[in-house]
């Protein structure tokens, strides 16, 4: 190794701690830098989560694991993939809320992290390349920090989802940490109190809108791809006016893929089969509405759509399926403010007598009589009992999922909704949620988390080379998690548990890695898909250094 001892423990991709043998310490130069006794990695692991433990809040133990993070990362990995759904909720939604909130007064470390500014064009390249440090690139998470979860614009401070995603497709999937770049584009925020902040580490302006930001996102795009040419690019919480754009704009051209759109899109088609698999309905009978219309709910309400006619209906039977609810109420296509995402699901006012009274919610699902309620307002509390109740009247088994994330944004809690319907909704929400006991009957519910999904796919995608994610391989992810969950038994839930995250993120990686090889758009020859996928699995063991 040609590092010297300093740089070898600064380093978290080559940092062992105390794990380091004696041996490599004699070679390295670092015998007496560390204490004396050798651990092993799982004595290290052991020692870590009893340190975890005393810690009390949700916030102060992503903080203790984020230390870990920055020093070592086959020791947080480890301990990780020996705690995942207990750590998820922790390291990931919706703890990470919080610490994107506050991101410039807890700073302490970049977290290996790449902030790139719309101010300052001519070093971006240095920078990734910097940032690269001579590592294969196969994975980045890209955001601009306009839409963070449902919290809205926190400019640089955003930053920690893309690192926070690719803390998850490690743990779920093994994606190598060394190959994987988090990155911020920096195009200014427009929330005051970070403007007003003097510790905000982020760009103090107004956020740059039209040609010159898309110029800037092209160029970290073309940059990116230029010096990283098996890139698999995920676009993460940008702006609702700006998502759907760039997934537009990039989906056929290189391999990319938008969390928000697509990954919420998959799960919760997922979760949906898996509720008709319980009830016994069909998806062909379904009346579909989306509350809160926007980034992912276009993109949940366009892979409904899509399955809808895969299982039979033509599409003008498909489309009248739909309704859309946004701020203005029921969505109709006469509104001057649709965006082209509503544009095909907004309905006509002359079909309702009512129409101009169809300005809530609650109007709304009076009105169309919905068996799917999917929310993803940003808006607490927005599915009310009477709402619920009104649903379940008149569908035997209501299909609700709050999506709204981080926790205190639900449109409602799993466990209202299963009292509310006396047992009879279907429900999966966007955070983890504990079983619900009601009259003898535990509910489990279904986390409809595009965590459950991205992992695999980006598994699967780069391991089968594909030169585009198409709809082929995302539609091959969400039929890959139907069927994992057991529907005969009394409260099961909709989703599989995260407890078995890794095993079917393996499961949908070998599906989506199956289409795209049975479409011949892999770019290297694959004759064993599975084997193809297990070989790029990283599994968190020290390696021998040289
Ligand atoms: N569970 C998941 O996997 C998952 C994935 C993506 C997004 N989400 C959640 O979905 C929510 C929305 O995210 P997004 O990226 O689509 O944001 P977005 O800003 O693109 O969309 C939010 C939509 O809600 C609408 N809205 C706001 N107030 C409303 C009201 N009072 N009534 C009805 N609609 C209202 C907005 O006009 C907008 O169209 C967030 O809370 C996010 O955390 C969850
Ligand atoms: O980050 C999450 O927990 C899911 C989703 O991408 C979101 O924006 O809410
Ligand atoms: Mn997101």
Redesign the pocket.
């Known amino acids: 190794m040609k590092e010297t001892a300093q740089q070898i423990l600064n380093d978290p991709f080559l940092n062992k701690g105390t794990a380091f043998t004696k041996a490599e310490r004699a070679q390295f130069g670092l015998t007496g830098m560390l204490p004396p006794h050798v651990q092993t990695l799982a004595d290290q692991v052991k020692q870590a989560y009893a340190q975890y433990q005393t810690e009390t809040t949700m916030l102060e133990q992503r903080i203790f694991l984020m230390t870990l993070f920055n020093e070592n990362r086959v020791l947080f990995y480890k301990l990780f993939s020996q705690h995942v759904a207990e750590f998820m909720p922790v390291v990931y ?1 919706p703890t990470i809320a919080d610490t994107i909130e506050n991101y410039s007064a807890l700073y302490v470390n970049p977290q290996n992290a790449v902030f790139l500014s719309i101010d300052d064009l001519d070093s971006m390249k240095t920078t990734l390349t910097n940032a690269a440090d001579g590592r294969e690139i196969k994975l980045i998470v890209v955001t601009d920090g306009e ?1 963070i ?4 614009d926190w400019g640089t401070q955003g930053v920690d989802i893309s690192v926070g995603k690719l803390m998850v497709y490690t743990a779920a999937a093994g994606i190598d940490p060394s190959q994987v770049l988090p990155v911020v584009l920096d195009a200014g925020t427009n929330r005051d109190s970070l403007l007003n902040d003097d510790l905000y580490l982020g760009n103090r302006h107004e956020r740059v809108r039209g040609d010159r930001y898309y110029d800037f996102v092209d160029q970290f795009v073309q940059t990116a791809e230029a010096l990283f040419p098996n890139l698999y690019l995920h676009f993460e ?1 940008f ?2 006016s700006n ?1 759907a754009n760039l997934l537009n704009k990039y989906k056929d051209q290189i391999v990319t893929f938008n ?2 759109i697509q ?2 899109g998959i ?2 088609l997922a979760g949906i089969m898996g509720a008709l698999n319980i009830s016994g309905a069909k998806m062909t009978d379904q009346v579909y509405m989306s ?9 949940i309400t366009h892979r409904i759509f899509e399955e809808m006619q895969q299982a039979g209906l033509s599409e003008q039977e498909a489309r009248s399926r739909f309704y859309m ?3 203005q109420g029921l969505l109709f296509d006469d509104d001057p403010e649709l ?1 082209p995402e509503q544009k095909p699901f907004a309905r006509k006012r002359s079909e309702f007598a009512n129409a101009a009274e169809l300005t809530t ?1 609650e109007a709304a699902v009076k009105a169309i009589h919905p068996t799917i309620l999917v ?5 607490p509390g ?1 599915f009310t009992e009477s709402i619920v109740k009104e649903m379940a009247a008149h569908t035997e088994r209501p299909i609700i999922f709050p ?4 926790t205190k ?1 639900a449109e409602a809690t799993a466990e209202d909704l299963i009292k509310w319907t006396d047992g009879q909704a279907l429900v999966a ?3 983890p949620a504990a079983p619900v006991d009601y009259h003898g009957v535990t509910y489990e519910i279904g986390q ?4 459950l999904v991205y992992p695999g796919l980006g598994l699967g995608t780069i391991a089968s080379t594909a030169k585009v994610l198409n709809d082929e391989m995302i539609s091959a992810a969400a039929h890959s998690l139907g069927g994992i969950v057991d529907p005969t038994e009394v409260g099961a839930a909709v989703l599989p548990p995260v407890t078995q995250l890794e095993v079917f993120s393996q499961t949908v990686a070998n599906a989506v890695a199956e289409s795209a090889v049975k479409q011949g758009i892999n770019k290297e020859p694959i004759t064993d898909i599975k084997q193809a996928v297990a070989h790029l699995k990283w599994v968190p063991e020290y390696k021998t250094v040289q």
Do not use: E, M, Y
């Open positions: 939604d839409g979860l449902g919290i809205g919480d702006g609702r998502a969390d928000d990954g919420t799960i919760t509350f809160g219309a926007g980034t992912a709910g276009a993109g609810v946004d701020k965006t919610l929310g993803t307002s940003t808006q927005t999506l709204s994330n981080p944004l929400t966007g955070i409809a988390n595009n965590a």
